[in-house]
C-alpha cells in the first residue's frame, strides 16, 4: 500500500502563494491518479484537485480553479500543489490522496481512501 507524506504548508497573507508537494512511496506511483482535499474547522473534507496517471488530465473544484494549479513527476513519486491568489477561506488542512481516476475521486467519500498526515495551510486577511 502506498504512503503519503505532504510538506509545504504554512502561514500567508492574502494574496500570497505556497506550495504544497506530496511524497508517496513505492514503485507504483505512476499507477494512481493523486490528487488533494482538505478540511477546514468545522467542516467536511473536499475536494480541491486532481491529475491522471500520466498528467494528462486535471480536475479542480470550483472554488479554486484558475487559482491552484496540480502537477506530478512520476521519477520522483511526487505530486505538488501550486496555490496562488491565496484567500482566508483557503484556510485548511491540506491532504493527498490516490485514486484511480480523477473522475472517481472528484466524487468519492471524502473520508475513504489513501491518505497522508496533512499539512496546515493558514492565510491571513
Known amino acids: 500500500q502506498v504512503q503519503l507524506v505532504e510538506s509545504g504548508g504554512g502561514l500567508v497573507q492574502a494574496g500570497g502563494s505556497l506550495r504544497l508537494s506530496c511524497a508517496a512511496s513505492?514503485?507504483?506511483?505512476?499507477?494512481?491518479?493523486m490528487g488533494w482535499f482538505r478540511q477546514a474547522p468545522g467542516k467536511e473534507r473536499e475536494f480541491v484537485a486532481a491529475?491522471?496517471?500520466?498528467?494528462?488530465?486535471?480536475r479542480y473544484a470550483d472554488s479554486v480553479k484558475d487559482r491552484f494549479t496540480i502537477s506530478r513527476d512520476n521519477a520522483k513519486n511526487t505530486v505538488y500543489l501550486q496555490m496562488n491568489s491565496l484567500k482566508p477561506e483557503d484556510t485548511a488542512v491540506y491532504y493527498c490522496?490516490?485514486?484511480?481516476?480523477?473522475?472517481?475521486?472528484?466524487?468519492?467519500?471524502?473520508?475513504?481512501?489513501?491518505w497522508g498526515q496533512g499539512t496546515q495551510v493558514t492565510v491571513s486577511s
Open positions: 513505492g514503485r507504483t506511483f505512476s499507477s494512481y491518479a
Open positions: 490522496t490516490t485514486d484511480e481516476s480523477t473522475a472517481t475521486m472528484a466524487h468519492r467519500s471524502p473520508y475513504s481512501g489513501t
Open positions: 491529475i491522471s496517471r500520466s498528467g494528462g488530465v486535471t
